[in-house]
């Protein structure tokens, strides 16, 4: 079965960070671009940072371009997203994707990927 299975949400102040992963099940994500897309509450999802293995290019969008770092460990077969200075309208609900059939740009743009997990929530407040 093929699943991506996010964690590392929860309640964090403004200013603080958090780290979120994404460890691929039942496939190897070693050839696969990467995204993170979080839904703001109201909104659709975003596509805001994402990589592409196949020339090590990253895309981020403008809102999170400083904070926000994309990684991937092929040895954990993990994609993960470090958030820093938070701030409450970061408040969302974080999905991973991954596609082998796009580039990671292409991901962020259209917001279609292959495999999508189920979401951890990430909430900003004092």
């Known amino acids: 079965q093929v699943q991506l299975v996010e964690s590392g949400g929860g309640l964090v102040q403004p200013g603080g960070s958090l780290g979120l992963s994404c460890p691929a099940l039942g496939f190897t994500l070693d050839y696969y671009p990467e995204a993170w897309f979080p839904r703001a509450p109201g909104k659709e999802r975003e596509g805001v940072s994402c990589?592409?293995?196949?020339?090590?290019?990253?895309y981020y969008a403008n809102s999170v371009k400083g904070r926000f770092t994309i990684s991937t460990d092929n040895a954990k077969n993990t994609v993960y997203l470090q958030i820093n200075s938070l701030k409450p309208e970061d408040t969302a609900v974080y999905y991973c994707a991954a596609d082998r059939l796009t580039t990671g740009q292409r991901m962020c743009h259209t917001g279609r990927a292959a495999y999508w997990g189920q979401g951890t929530q990430v909430t900003v407040s004092s």
């Open positions: 990589f592409s293995k196949y020339d090590s290019s990253t």
